[in-house]
């Protein structure tokens, strides 16, 4: 059994700074692609970051330049270092990792950007 564990999520006020970090655990042979969604209230959920296990990226035009995405595949984590936050990326962000061939998910963790 595979588990992502989420952790780095808070409050802080816009133009500060955040750093989210997903673990996964269990019986891993290999990860592909590592991805952050975020679901917002009244709104879809939206894949915002994405690396692919040779590390190449993609991220949606609403945080280029001030998202990014970064794995560490020893420890099986991936990253997502979050700067110049505005309001507007106030949701709640989950990780999504493809283990084994099998997608797995984070629980979610909250993010709040005060104005």
Known sequence: ??????????????????????????????????????????????????????????????VKGRFTISRDNVKNTVYLQMNSLKPEDTAVYSCRMVVNTYVYWGQGTQVTVSS
């Open 1 to 62: 059994q595979v588990q992502l564990v989420e952790s780095g999520g808070g409050l802080v006020q816009a133009g500060g700074s955040l750093r989210l970090s997903c673990a996964a655990s269990g019986s891993i042979f290999s990860i592909n692609t590592m991805q952050w969604y975020r679901l917002a209230p009244g709104k879809q959920r939206e894949l915002v970051a994405a690396i692919s296990s040779g590390g190449t990226t993609n991220y949606a035009d609403s």
